[in-house]
């Protein structure tokens, strides 16, 4: 049994906390919790931040200290006296951050004290503090808390207008800023955006009049910030790294397109700038990550029949009409533009009023989710023939330097779109031949670029 004045001075806690590190030691220990609690409004803040550190100890996976923590009302004990100022103390606020979470942890009991103690005030300031130490401990807590039994009636507390969405803008804003990129926010992010569908709400609300890169109206959906890209990378790494172990739902899809429209509508496609994502420029870091999405989006296996998958969807809202004239306003692959100069020298079409690609891969990342729009879709296949798209496609198959992996791409557009599908096929096979440029990459590959009489574009057909 530990007396109370026993954890009064610095010294003593430090063996305590060393002490605590084990299992064994917590269990041994659990006597001090009590006195620990007690001794908080009281502190200095070094004796503060080293009794919250025993407290994150002692509640690591101890069912007996869990549950003690939570009788003695420490979450609101915690709140009150650790983070009530949390911008001025932020190595405190991690560690009562850390203990809340570890207290979480135990059930939803835990769970259902530890957000009542910090929903909504507490969780405001908290997110409004600019410090990576900070907003890890705080997303662990607020996805432990929004997890489990009951976790989702706390979810849509997070998600309520007034409440949890200033929240959410708050946390996002300190993530952007500080350059987070932990585990604990992308889940948190993918919970809300994702899994409860709340991605128009965040994307709309993360508008600011002070940093939008287009303000017109009051209309927040034509305007785009460096916090829109940062959120949008974030939902792109969960789904990249993990996507057997989420879900996309068709709400989510038909967003992520919605928001990929709205930037090709704001994007100036006249300026070419020579670098990859991120550029650092929102409108064009929206459209590329929207597009990364929509390709990843639609590479997933459909569901059971009596479900309809996210890409039927995008089908049926125009997808792959918009990515094929996404492409056909694009001047020509870099390499086709050099074999016309080199065919037609002085006499060669003008191509002043075509797009240029706005980042490094944009053509790719486009021809990438047509071709996996394609896989397996007669229905997808077809469109591309009615829409006069399969020329097109055939030209995407060279190597460009302003798009790595453009012919990769484009050679898996061709194939998804003339596999099993006789009718493409037979107009493949049928196309004439007229006067050609060669080159050797294009010719390795069975294919020439020809110069189309009656509209001086390019297009590519069977050498």
């Known amino acids: 049994m530990w007396e109370a004045e026993e954890i009064e001075d610095e010294e003593t806690l430090e063996a305590l906390l060393e002490a605590s590190r084990s299992a064994q030691g917590r269990a041994a220990l659990s006597d001090a919790l009590a006195d620990t609690l007690h001794f908080l409004p009281a502190s200095t803040h070094r004796l503060l931040l080293l009794r919250l550190r025993l407290l994150r100890n002692l509640l690591a ?6 549950g003690t923590f939570v009788l003695l009302s420490g979450p609101a004990a915690v709140v009150s006296s650790a983070l009530s100022s949390p911008s001025d103390s932020p190595d405190v606020a991690r560690a009562g951050l850390q203990a809340l979470g570890n207290a979480a942890l135990a059930g939803e009991h835990h769970r259902a004290a530890v957000w009542d103690a910090l929903f909504p005030g507490s969780l405001l300031e908290l997110a409004r503090v600019r410090e990576k130490g900070v ?9 432990t808390c929004c997890s489990g039994e009951g976790g989702r009636g706390r979810l849509e507390e997070l998600c309520h207008e007034e409440l949890g969405l200033p929240i959410l803008v708050e946390i996002v804003t300190t993530a952007w800023q500080v350059g987070h990129d932990e585990e604990w926010l ?7 955006c994702v899994e409860e569908q709340k991605f128009e709400t965040l994307f709309v609300a ?8 287009h303000s017109d109206g009051d209309e927040c959906k034509t305007e785009f910030n460096a916090k829109h890209a940062y959120l949008l990378g974030k939902l792109l790494k969960c789904l990249a790294n993990r996507p057997k172990e989420v879900s996309v739902s068709i709400s989510f899809a038909l967003d992520i397109f919605n928001a990929q429209k709205h930037a090709a509508e704001i994007v100036d496609f006249t300026c070419r700038v020579n670098s990859p994502l991120p550029t650092g420029h929102p409108a064009i870091d929206v459209l590329g990550y929207s597009l990364v999405l929509l390709k990843d989006i639609c590479a997933w296996e459909s569901p059971p029949s009596d479900t309809q998958a996210p890409v039927d969807s995008l089908m049926q809202t125009g997808l ?3 990515l094929l004239t996404y492409l056909r306003e694009l001047e020509p692959p870099s390499m086709i533009r050099k074999s016309m100069a080199r065919g037609q020298g002085d006499h060669q079409p003008a191509l002043g009023t075509a797009k240029v690609c706005p980042y490094i891969g944009y053509r790719r990342d486009v021809v990438a989710v047509i071709a996996n729009c394609l896989h397996r879709s ?7 023939r009615h829409l006069d798209g399969i020329i097109l496609l055939l030209q995407q198959c060279v190597v460009d330097e302003e798009n790595p ?7 898996f557009a061709v194939k998804n779109l003339l596999e099993g599908n006789e009718e493409n096929q037979k107009e493949v096979s049928g196309l004439k031949m007229q006067e050609a440029v060669i080159t050797p990459e294009i010719a390795d590959i069975g294919l020439r670029v020809e110069i189309d009489k009656e509209t001086g574009h390019p297009k590519l057909v069977n050498n």
């Open 206 to 213: 993360l508008c600011s009049r002070n940093d939008a890169e």
């Open 135 to 143: 907003l890890d401990p705080l997303c662990m807590v607020i996805d």
């Open 405 to 411: 992996y453009l012919r990769e791409w484009g050679l």
């Open 320 to 322: 792959v009409k918009h």
């Open 61 to 66: 996976g101890d069912d007996l200290n869990q």
């Open 186 to 192: 992308e889940w948190l992010l993918f919970k809300i």
């Open 378 to 384: 007669k229905k997808v296949q077809d469109e591309v």
